[in-house]
């Protein structure tokens, strides 16, 4: 192996390293931020650990795209630091190592990261929305756990309520049962419910009291052993929404088909999502050039500035990338053209005024740009009024 592979080759292990470190912490830290309202959602499951754990795991691709979004930055912008603190990078230059032979690892990751993007979003997560949405319709039908309480009224469609008085935990029964249809009231000592096919659910009525009104007013009732009763959920709908929602669970197939499509709303909500998409795949290109104008500090510094702006920066091209894929008055493959030609101009003259000025230009030229924002926060929250009276309170 020449010298310059193995170059490229120690680069690399140091950034993969980091990439991956990146891309688990990222994951982990969206999935706890997130658990909370997870299981507000699968509070009145039967398993709702396990069913917390399948809903989890649909949402990874769309952590993961973040993660590997965040990850390829920090990866490179990390690994050129390392290598700028310990005087490597110094040496790399001074043997010969241009700046565009200098991007050829960054590179070779961006290249791969573009491959985990593609996979991710127009594959993977889509994929991961199906299995969301059908655990969301399995809630709200009742299949994964019925939403029954104690001391609580509960309709269930159709003329048709349900009350229980108490409910043994243990033993997954309902005691002291009413249930009341348009025809009519049925007592019960104790239940239980079932899931029994899309959208209906049968409650099993145990030593019933059954009161049959009748037209003159008066009542008959009767006396049962057991009772099968099979009613709708009110609640089992599935969970639609606009086209715009429905490209989430769409992969690139299914988008390419969905622009096919003769109805203009769908065709242009397949346009933005393919565009939006595409954009984070692109985007990866030209991530390197920020990592490096980013990741090298100035001479006898150790400031982590230039490391906490890319992210800002990072923050600000999603955001970008969404304002390009909203409602435009021209293609959103145009707006996504556009915004990507913008950031990749802004962030290669970055990396071009890096190599040209020295390493750390960037941070430098940031770092002297925050101490002027500072004096002047510092001016304007000394309000003359207060110097007065502050020197007349000593004299």
Same mark, same amino acid.
């Given at each position: 192996m020449s010298v310059a592979l193995r170059l490229d080759w120690y680069f690399l292990?140091?950034?993969?390293?980091?990439y991956g470190a990146v891309c688990i912490v990222m994951a982990a830290l969206l999935i706890l931020e997130n658990t909370p309202r997870l299981l507000a959602l699968i509070g009145d499951t039967t398993h709702p650990l396990r069913i917390l754990a399948q809903m989890?795991?649909?949402?990874?691709?769309?952590?993961?795209?973040?993660?590997?979004?965040?990850?390829?930055?920090?990866?490179?912008?990390?690994?050129?630091?390392?290598l700028c603190l310990s005087g490597e990078y110094?040496?790399?230059s001074a043997i010969g190592r241009s700046p565009a032979r200098l991007l050829v690892a960054p590179m070779i990751l961006a290249l791969a990261t573009m491959g985990v993007q593609a996979g991710l979003r127009f594959e993977l997560? !889509?994929?991961?929305?199906?299995?969301?949405?059908?655990? #969301?319709?399995?809630?709200?039908?009742g299949m994964l756990g019925l939403a029954v309480h104690a001391d609580q009224p509960i309709s269930l469609g159709g003329g048709t309520s349900l009350y229980v008085d108490r409910i043994d935990a243990d033993r997954q029964r309902l005691l002291d049962v009413i249930l009341e249809t348009g025809n009519a009231t049925f007592y019960a000592r104790s239940a239980d419910a079932a899931y029994v096919s899309e959208g209906f659910v049968r409650f099993r009525l145990e030593?019933?009291?059954?009161?049959?009104?009748?037209?003159?007013?008066?009542?008959?009732? #009767?006396?049962?052993?057991?009772?099968?009763?099979? *009613?709708?959920?009110?609640?089992?709908? !599935?969970? *639609?929404? !606009?086209?715009?929602?429905? *490209?989430?669970?769409?992969?690139?197939?299914?988008?390419?088909?969905m622009h096919r499509n003769r109805n203009a709303d769908a065709r242009a909500a397949a346009d933005k999502a393919i565009a939006e998409r595409a954009s984070y795949v692109l985007a990866c290109l030209f991530f390197p050039w920020l990592a490096i104008a980013l990741g090298t500090p100035p001479l006898r510094s *150790?400031?982590?500035?230039?490391? #906490?702006?890319?992210?800002?920066?990072?923050?600000?091209?999603?955001?970008?990338?969404?304002?390009?894929?909203?409602?435009? !008055?021209?293609?959103?493959?145009?707006?996504a053209a556009v915004n990507l030609g913008l950031w990749a101009t802004v962030l290669y003259i970055l990396f071009a005024y890096e190599q040209k000025h020295g390493p750390g230009w960037v941070e430098s030229w940031l770092f002297a740009l925050t101490r002027r924002l500072r004096s002047i926060v510092r001016r304007t929250a000394?309000?003359? #009024?207060?110097?007065?009276?502050?020197?007349?309170?000593?004299?």
């Open positions: 292990r140091r950034a993969l390293k980091i989890s795991l649909a949402l990874i691709p769309e952590y993961m795209a973040i993660g590997t979004l965040v990850g390829l930055f920090l990866a490179i912008a990390l690994a050129t630091r390392s110094q040496i790399f997560q !889509p994929s991961g929305e199906v299995r969301l949405q059908q655990l #969301g319709n399995d809630i709200l039908s030593h019933v009291t059954a009161v049959y009104p009748q037209a003159s007013g008066r009542a008959r009732s #009767g006396t049962f052993a057991a009772i099968d009763f099979v *009613t709708p959920m009110h609640s089992s709908a !599935p969970i *639609t929404g !606009p086209a715009r929602f429905e *490209t989430k669970q769409r992969g690139l197939a299914g988008l390419i088909a *150790t400031s982590g500035l230039g490391i #906490g702006a890319g992210c800002i920066v990072i923050v600000l091209f999603i955001k970008s990338v969404s304002l390009a894929a909203s409602d435009l !008055p021209i293609s959103p493959f145009v707006a000394s309000p003359i #009024g207060y110097s007065k009276a502050s020197r007349a309170a000593h004299g």
